[in-house]
């Protein structure tokens, strides 16, 4: 199977000078191309690439036009069947590749895989954006296997198992072009997180399964475009929750369970907002309102998905923050 390894970049000019060259070499005898989408940078990006990895094929984006919109335009230029989405602040390991394409080759009733994500910085740990492949509890707070909330576990082969998840990081995520096209890629609304759990979701509603492939390991540095603290980042996440839940939640528990916990979802976020303002973070507590009102704007302008074929994998019907790591 043909594989494409997409690396989306706007302005992480560092990022490829460390990473790429590993990317490039590792992919060396398999049948794969490493492919650079840029979304209009203007550190330099492009100039670098032409200059010192001119075998690496460049998309050239006019704009930024976020995650979503970049691997949309992108990828409907890539002809490969299986996509990979990789972040460029991902150092991958010699051999990453061969498991995911291996398992996507004899389970094709997989629809994305990913590997286990381990902290750049603290190597022998999980990394916060996907661990050992991501859950999402009932009410749309998604969690992962070796992470909850901002406590990240020790790797001590706990996870090495193969197994399916909710959702795989959009740091490194592989996924079948036909079933990428078949459900129109990202959600465009979302510009930039949540998005690939929502990509997931709909994977599962469609009849695929999301797995977690542990032989397979990349370091990741996280926050390459915006760090955990930016508001712009809090009003994404608090945003793309909603949306995400709006997209697929109805078929998945019925409209009228659905209605209640997106009610009950919005209560959670307006105590968060409150608890922002008491402990003096207004620019958090402005982003979570932010959030809500783009929501309203934005809600219900795509079709929501047909009920699921069969049970979801992943789908805590608890509450994350009572779950163990």
């Not at 000019?13 to 990473?19: P, S, V, W, Y």
């Not at 492939?213 to 809090?234: A, E, N, W």
Request: net charge positive; with cysteine; aromatic share 10%.
């Amino acid at each position: 199977m043909h594989t494409a390894v997409v690396i989306l970049n706007w302005n992480t000019k560092g990022f490829l000078e460390r990473f790429l060259p590993g990317v490039c070499a590792s992919v060396e005898g398999m049948d794969a191309e490493v492919i650079v989408a840029d979304n209009a940078s203007t550190d330099g990006s492009a100039e670098l690439l032409r200059r010192d990895f001119p075998a690496v094929r460049l998309i050239q984006l006019d704009r930024n036009y976020g995650f979503t919109g970049g691997y949309n335009r992108a990828l409907a230029e890539v002809d490969a069947d299986l996509f990979v989405l990789l972040n460029t602040d991902v150092e991958v390991t010699p051999g990453w590749l061969k498991p995911l394409v291996e398992y996507m080759e004899a389970h094709p009733d997989c629809g994305a895989c990913g590997p286990k994500l381990h902290s750049w910085q603290q190597r022998d740990h999980f990394e916060y954006a996907g661990a050992a492949g991501g859950l999402l509890d009932r009410y749309g707070y998604p969690f992962c296997r070796g992470r909850i909330l901002s406590r990240v576990a020790e790797d001590k082969g706990q996870y090495d198992t193969v197994e399916n998840v909710f959702w795989i990081t959009g740091a490194c995520l592989m996924v079948r072009s036909s079933l990428w096209r078949e459900l129109g890629g990202l959600d465009d609304r979302f510009f930039a997180h949540m998005e690939e759990i929502d990509l997931c979701w709909r994977l599962q509603l469609a009849g695929y399964r999301i797995t977690a492939i542990p032989d397979s390991l990349v370091y990741h540095v996280g926050g390459g475009t915006l760090p955990q603290t930016s508001p712009l980042k809090l009003k994404l996440n608090f945003r793309n929750s909603l949306l995400m839940l709006e997209n697929n939640l109805p078929a998945t528990v019925g409209k009228t369970t659905a209605r209640l916990r997106i009610f009950i979802r919005k209560v959670l976020d307006g105590c968060a907002a409150a608890a922002y303002l008491l402990t003096l973070r207004g620019s958090c507590a402005k982003a979570v309102l932010e959030a809500h009102r783009e929501y309203r704007k934005l809600k219900k302008k795509r079709p929501a998905p047909q009920p699921g074929k069969k049970a979801l994998h992943g789908f805590y019907q608890g509450l994350m923050i009572l779950h163990k790591i």
